[in-house]
């Protein structure tokens, strides 16, 4: 995947979810409006020296953005989120 500019694609983590004895599914979001996920490509013009040594050294990166940020699509049966590098709001 080649992202332009200062985008960042993350793949976002599994949501946890329960199941009551019912068979009732809740939605494990837990009330946090934000989400992380791991960080799978960076565009060419990312700013964060961190962001991009540690994607370079092969390291799983993750990081922490705002529910309602970015594009959501579905490439190669992933779930990613597609953000500008200023949606980022931790290095976790």
């Known amino acids: 995947m080649l992202l332009l500019g200062d985008r ?3 793949q976002l983590d599994a949501e946890k979810e329960q199941v009551l004895d ?5 939605p494990g979001d837990d009330g946090i409006p934000t ?7 960076l565009g060419d013009n990312i700013k964060s020296n961190r962001l ?3 994607v370079d050294k092969k390291k799983d990166v993750y990081v922490l953005f705002d ?4 594009i959501k699509a579905v490439i190669k ?3 990613v989120v597609i953000l ?8 976790l």
């Open 8 to 10: 960042v694609a993350v």
């Open 22 to 26: 019912s068979g009732l599914i809740v």
């Open 35 to 41: 989400k992380s996920g791991l960080v799978v490509a």
């Open 52 to 54: 991009k040594n540690d």
């Open 67 to 70: 529910y309602y940020d970015g």
């Open 77 to 79: 049966g992933k779930d």
């Open 84 to 91: 500008k590098e200023e949606d980022v709001i931790a290095i």
